[in-house]
Every structure is written in structure tokens, then in C-alpha cells.
């Protein structure tokens, strides 16, 4: 016959192994909370390590510090062939660089660069203009002299790899081109001061009014030909010499042929998952006949700069005799994405000469801060990614 009380201790029994059971359960899902939280911030932490903008234009950088040492190494790795991890970050790259890039760069370039109408035109005339040179003239009867004073220039055009120019001004009074004065070279100006004078003595009143002043205004190359910036010309039988007189003159493009270099058609293809811009040499016209007989023996060569730093080379065959070419070569080079901004593709139309050194037909100078047409053609390449956009450039001197 079974107590009353027994009931009861079973009863205890099972409530305290219910009590330990639920303390124990407790104890563990806190204890499982906790080691959730921690490594879903350590998880959440490397996420946001990867995601980032940042990290990735670290990673980039990386990569990019070898180029300039890799050079051709690494731009003749071919793209496919890359490992499976540089595929997943070529998955988050256009997210994170060619978003980034579109919006902050093509917003850059809107600001400092050709973007809106007041920038357009601002850019437009300084680069069409080619810059403007001050000056004094006037005759002095009681010595028949005539005296020219170059006093400075401004907003030349830039004409060297350095972004810069070396000019000097070449003074004629035509029809005479036999004897000329020259300035001074002034050394990376582009608002050059000059103030010199010079005299052209013994000059009788007569013959100054039938001559013209000539200003031509060059950049000093001391390894080739010295190119033609700009030039002024002014009949003296329209100035009163009387007493010297002071102007400033827009330069024009030069006369000599310097103007009608041709034309070159281009196309450009930036890859920003393979961190690499195509430049597809198409075909040129017009040409300027830098030969003898009438002709010239073209070929291109394409440079990759950075920050001023030639990093590689790359040139097309050479079309005999023959002012409208046809090319149709193209060439990769490997351009990380926040790289562009410091990075200047130039390309120039040569004239091959065996007997003596080749003629520099033509230039293009492609980056976001060139000329109107150049950064257009840069613009138009970055918001059109994967893309060959095709333009055709007027050849510079």
C-alpha cells in the first residue's frame, strides 16, 4: 500500500529534472547567442572588407604598383586566363569601380573639364585659339630704326609629353624670311614672359611700310623638329610708328601647312573587369605629303603614359605611299580603373624615311583633360564600358 507522499516525491522528481533541463537549455542558447553575434560580426567585417570601394581600389593598387615595373610582362598576360579568385573580383569591380568611376570621374570631368556649356566654351577657345602674344612696335625716324619689343604670351598650348611647352618667337619682316631674330627659349611655360627687344637699324621709313611683321611662335624640341604653336602677322603701313605701339594678338594656326596635318579614325574599348583600354588604329586621310615626290610612308605609334611616364609603346606597319592608309591594328594595354585619371594615351602619325630620320606627321594627345574632341572621345569611352567607340581627330603638330 503506497504512501500519500510518494506521488508527491516523483512528482519533485521530474520537476527538478525539468528545472536542471531548461537551466542547462538556457545556458546553452545564451551561450550559442553569443558565439553567433561574435562571429556574425567578424563575417559581417570581412563582407564589408570586400565590398568596399576602398578595399577594392587597395587591391587594385596592388596590382597597379607592378605595372609600371611589369610593363609588357603584364599587358601580355592574357585576360581569360586569370585564376577563379580574380574572377570573383571581377564580379564585384563593376559594381564598385565602373559606378564609382562613371558618377565620380564623369562628374570630375564635368567640373574641370569640357562638360558644360560655360567650361566648353572657355576650353573650346583657349584650345582653337592656341594662346595670345603681347608686343610693341614703333620707328624711331632720327635713327631709321625699327624697334620690336616681345613682351610675354599667355595660355599657349601644351606641346611636350610633360603637359608643358618650351617657347621661343621667331620675328620676320616679310617678304624677307632670309634674316630673322629669335627670343630667348623660356623652359616648361606656358605664359611665358619675355621682354626683349630688338632693332632692325639702318631701315629707311620707305621700305618698313612695305614689309610685314611676322611673329611665329614655336615650342624648342631639342632631339627633332621644333613645333609650330602659333603666328601673327601685321602690316607696319597700318600702324602708326610714330610712337610704340602695344597689342595684344590672338595666335593663329601657322600657314606653313602646319594646319592640314590630316585626319586618323580611332576607336577606343574600355574593359573595366580586365582593368584594360583597345585602341584600334582604323585608317587616316588627307595626309601631309612629308616626301619629295608627293607622298609619305606612314605608319602610327602609340604611347601609354602615366603621370608623364612613358610605360609602353606600340606601333602599326608602315603603309607605302599612301596619304589615306588603312590600318585596322589594334593594341591592349592594362589600365586599372583609378589609374585613368593620371593616364594619357598619345598617338602619333609618322613618316618613315630610310636615308634620314622619320617626320612626325600629326599628334593626338586622349585623356580626360585634353582638348574638346579628345575628351569627348574619353568621355564617351568610360560611360560606353565593353563597348568600341569610334571618332575621327584632326592630326595637331
Known sequence: MSSPGAPTRDVLLVSAIITVSLSVTVVLCGLCHWCQ???????KNSLETVGTPDSGRGRSEKKAIKLPAGG?????????????HDESDRRTEPRSSVSDLVNSLTSEMLMLSPGSEEDEAHEGCSRENLGRIQFSVGYNFQESTLTVKIMKAQELPAKDFSGTS???VKIYLLPDKKHKLETKVKRKNLNPHWNETFLFEGFPYEKVVQRVLYLQVLDYDRFSRNDPIGEVSIPLNKVDLT???TFWKDLKPCSDGSG???ELLLSLCYNPSANSIIVNIIKARNLKAMDIGGTSDPYVKVWLM????????????TMKRNLNPIFNESFAF???TEKLRETTIIITVMDKD???RNDVIGKIYLSWKSGPGEVKHWKDMIARPRQPVAQWHQLKA
Do not use: C, H, W
Not at 37 to 43: D, H, Q, T
Not at 306 to 317: G, I, S
Open 334 to 336: 592594362d589600365i586599372p
Open 166 to 168: 618650351d617657347p621661343f
Open 37 to 43: 553575434r561574435k562571429l556574425g560580426k567578424r563575417y
Open 243 to 245: 610712337q610704340m605701339q
Open 260 to 262: 592640314s596635318r590630316g
Open 306 to 317: 602615366y603621370k608623364d611616364k612613358r610605360v609602353e609603346k606600340k606601333k602599326t606597319v
Open 354 to 356: 630610310k636615308l634620314s
Open 72 to 84: 609588357k610582362a603584364v599587358n601580355t598576360a592574357p585576360v581569360p586566363g586569370q585564376t577563379p
